[in-house]
């Protein structure tokens, strides 16, 4: 995801000269652009951060945040999951400006959306230039109450997951009733890629778009009666996966 930012603010006309990464790893050759360390004691004294993306792991936020609490300056802009404000703060200090962040994978292609909540310390400039730089891979949208990140990651940071299954299942589905395996995964990839670019482009709701295809006593409308079966349908199924992973969130706070 950190990837993905970096060459959305390149594609957008971010200066490359104001960039510096801190990755172990090293970047691929297509953000060649940019400054790279692979330490943060490797980074020039000269060198005053805005902004402070972190994009790592959140069972390893403990062990990577404290170094760059010197840079009491900068707004640190997090896209790990699960960790609340007051992890960063507890670690950062008190005065320091956090934004808390879910993406999702979709930003790859400029396509995601990301949803934020800042601290009281984050000014109205940094939030303005937070959303700037997320919206070089997406769209962007602002909470204020931040018990609802954990919906969040789950219904959009998790979601694009829930989308590939629908298209394996579709696929194994056509394949059980014997469709090739290239031709099904073909149909199942098509389908649901141009239903997802109509959702995106129509005015019509989701209900509107679904009745519109569904002719009554139609093949579609004999599928749906199973898919939206009240006791073994999909509706129940999505709540449940849902709640499960609002759960992990929470998980991850402590």
Same mark, same amino acid.
């Given at each position: &995801?950190?990837?993905? /930012?970096?060459?959305?603010?390149?594609? !957008?006309?971010?200066?490359?000269?104001?960039?510096?990464?801190?990755?172990?790893?090293?970047?691929?050759a297509? *953000?060649?652009a940019?400054?790279?360390?692979?330490?943060?004691?490797?980074i020039?004294?000269?060198?005053?951060?805005?902004? $402070?993306?972190?994009?790592?792991?959140? !069972?390893?936020?403990?062990?990577? *945040?404290?170094?760059?609490?010197?840079?009491?300056?900068?707004?640190?802009?997090?896209?790990?999951?699960?960790?609340?404000?007051?992890?960063?703060? +507890?670690?950062?200090?008190?005065?320091?400006?956090?934004?808390?962040?879910?993406?999702?994978?979709?930003?790859? $292609?400029?396509?995601?959306?990301?949803?934020?909540?800042?601290?009281? !310390?984050?000014?109205?400039?940094?939030?303005?230039?937070?959303?700037?730089?997320?919206?070089?891979?997406?769209?962007v949208?602002?909470?204020?109450?931040?018990?609802? &990140?954990?919906?969040?990651?789950?219904?959009?940071?998790?979601?694009?997951?829930?989308?590939?299954?629908?298209?394996?299942?579709?696929?194994?589905?056509g &394949?059980?009733?014997?469709?090739?395996?290239? /031709?099904?995964?073909?149909?199942?990839?098509?389908?649901?890629?141009?239903?997802?670019e109509?959702? +995106?482009?129509? $005015?019509?709701?989701?209900?509107?778009?679904?009745?519109?295809?569904?002719?009554?006593?139609?093949?579609?409308?004999?599928?749906?009666?199973?898919? &939206?079966?009240?006791?073994? +349908?999909?509706?129940?199924?999505?709540?449940?996966?849902?709640?499960?992973?609002?759960?992990?969130?929470?998980? /991850?706070?402590?």
């Amino acid at each position: &995801m950190g990837q993905a /930012l970096i060459g959305g603010w390149l594609d !957008q006309g971010f200066a490359a000269k104001n960039i510096l990464v801190v990755e172990p790893a090293g970047l691929p050759a297509s *953000l060649a652009a940019v400054t790279v360390v692979t330490d943060i004691h490797d980074i020039p004294s000269a060198f005053t951060p805005t902004v $402070i993306l972190l994009a790592v792991k959140p !069972q390893v936020l403990g062990t990577v *945040l404290p170094d760059y609490a010197r840079f009491s300056n900068a707004t640190f802009l997090s896209i790990a999951a699960g960790k609340p404000l007051s992890f960063y703060s +507890g670690i950062l200090g008190p005065s320091a400006a956090i934004v808390r962040a879910m993406p999702n994978t979709p930003a790859s $292609i400029r396509k995601g959306i990301t949803v934020c909540v800042a601290n009281q !310390q984050v000014s109205d400039k940094a939030r303005t230039l937070c959303s700037s730089l997320l919206e070089t891979v997406g769209l962007v949208d602002w909470i204020e109450d931040e018990s609802l &990140m954990d919906a969040v990651t789950a219904v959009s940071g998790s979601g694009p997951a829930y989308v590939f299954l629908l298209a394996e299942v579709m696929a194994a589905a056509g &394949m059980r009733n014997g469709l090739p395996e290239a /031709l099904a995964n073909k149909l199942a990839r098509a389908t649901v890629a141009g239903a997802g670019e109509l959702l +995106g482009k129509s $005015i019509d709701s989701a209900t509107q778009l679904r009745n519109n295809v569904t002719s009554p006593g139609g093949t579609t409308a004999a599928a749906l009666e199973v898919l &939206m079966d009240d006791k073994r +349908g999909i509706s129940d199924l999505m709540r449940e996966a849902v709640a499960a992973a609002i759960k992990r969130g929470q998980d /991850l706070a402590k």
